[in-house]
């Protein structure tokens, strides 16, 4: 009897891994089908992130759908940058740890930037070097108010 108690945490343990194991399955499903219809996409368990022509669009994964989402035009967008432990850090040489990772988006005419949080730095970089050549290419492409 005592060793079937002693089994008991574990069982319960292993109960506890397989219901999380299932959360993140269903919320890689419902990410699968809202990734559809971007151009490009990440999904990591703080954030999912799409972009689609002009438009970048983020929020919250769960098993339920996408929470919070926000989307916004890149003509709205003042500035890009990656923050490595809430420290503005260079795309093209990031350190080399990090505790918290986001992808920081300054909207023109607003004082707090929008951080979309990352799990991994590699993949922040990626994005970050992603979102500042989509972003530029946008103000290379706009129309000149100086005539020629």
């Known amino acids: 009897m005592t060793r079937g108690l002693l089994w008991l945490p574990l069982l319960a343990v292993f109960i506890g ?4 194991g299932w959360n993140e399955y ?7 089908g809202w990734a559809e219809q971007f151009d490009r996409a990440k999904f990591d368990i703080y954030a999912v992130l ?3 022509g002009d438009d970048l669009t983020w929020g919250k994964p769960t098993r339920k759908g996408i929470l919070n989402l926000q989307t916004l035009d890149r003509q709205q967008i003042e500035s890009i940058h990656l923050l490595v432990d809430r420290q503005a850090a260079n795309l093209e040489t990031p350190p080399a ?7 920081a988006v300054r909207l023109l005419n607003v004082e707090k930037p929008i951080e979309i949080p990352f799990t991994d730095l590699d993949l922040a ?4 070097k992603f979102l500042e050549q989509w972003w530029r290419s946008q103000k290379r492409d706009a129309p000149s108010d100086t005539p020629p």
């Not at 970089?125 to 970050?128: F, I, L, N, R, T």
């Open 17 to 20: 891994l397989a219901w999380a």
């Open 125 to 128: 970089v990626q994005w970050g």
């Open 97 to 103: 740890k990090a505790r918290r990772v986001a992808i």
């Open 26 to 32: 269903q919320k890689l499903e419902v990410y699968r």
């Open 50 to 52: 799409g972009q689609k």
